[in-house]
Antibody, heavy 121, light 109 residues
Framework: QVTLRESGPALVKPTQTLTLTCTFS??????????VSWIRQPPGKALEWLAR???????YYSTSLKTRLTISKDTSKNQVVLTMTNMDPVDTATYYC?????????????WGQGALVTVSS | QSVLTQPPSASGTPGQRVTISCSGS????????VNWYQQFPGAAPKLLIY???QRPSGVPDRFSGSKSGTSASLAISGLQSEDEADYYC??????????FGGGTKLTVL
């Protein structure tokens, strides 16, 4: 059974760096063809794709946010970490990690429950 | 503003057939599979349609998807009150970005 769970701070201050961890089970990121993505959703607004990391450590970032994002994985811990620098109130959102299947598309068959991050001083 | 364009709202009465459109370009919908997600308030999105017109197990056959050129559609037949939710289309893009539509809020009157 595949599960994903996001964890991280619920509140960050403007200009700070956000670090979110996705802990998953039911699959291995060291297995060929596996990958994990991050997606966010500001309150009352649409979904926004952020980043993806593949089993072979290939990484893909949202063009509009790539200067602020870093995605990494720890296969031994079954975790994917997303960092976002220079946080701003407009980054307030629920952040989801999800598994794309297959890697190269937008078919997310499993999602975490989401982590609400509020950016405020 | 989302690259994939959806109507912000749609509505229908129980039993009706409703369609939601998703418009893109040759670099996304025109080249890649379209997926649809259903989202209820306070919950994570759920995969509804993948590969343009495939239903995951457990999704009722009242839900169907289609794609033509640079546009796609989600159709819901036999509309039920429990279908009231937000619906999002998603597709990959040649820019190596994932894209979602702006979402459509479906109201069952």
């Amino acid at each position: 059974q595949v599960t994903l769970r996001e964890s991280g701070p619920a509140l960050v201050k403007p200009t700070q760096t956000l670090t979110l961890t996705c802990t998953f089970s039911g699959f291995s990121l060291s297995a060929s063809g596996m990958c994990v993505s991050w997606i966010r959703q500001p309150p009352g607004k649409a979904l926004e794709w952020l980043a993806r990391i593949d089993w072979d450590d290939d990484k893909y970032y949202s063009t509009s946010l790539k200067t602020r994002l870093t995605i990494s994985k720890d296969t031994s811990k079954n975790q994917v970490v997303l960092t976002m620098t220079n946080m701003d109130p407009v980054d307030t959102a629920t952040y989801y990690c999800a598994r794309p299947s297959p890697c190269g598309g937008m078919t997310f068959d499993f999602w975490g429950q989401g982590a609400l991050v509020t950016v405020s001083s | 503003q989302s690259v994939l364009t959806q109507p912000p709202s749609a509505s229908g009465t129980p039993g009706q057939r409703v369609t939601i459109s998703c418009s893109g370009s040759s670099s996304n919908i025109g080249s890649y599979a379209v997926n649809w997600y259903q989202q209820f308030p306070g919950a994570a999105p759920k995969l509804l349609i993948y590969d343009n017109n495939q239903r995951p197990s457990g999704v009722p056959d009242r839900f169907s998807g289609s794609k033509s050129g640079t546009s796609a559609s989600l159709a819901i037949s036999g509309l039920q009150s429990e279908d009231e939710a937000d619906y999002y289309c998603g597709a990959w893009d040649d820019s190596l970005n994932g894209l979602f539509g702006g979402g459509t809020k479906l109201t069952v009157l």
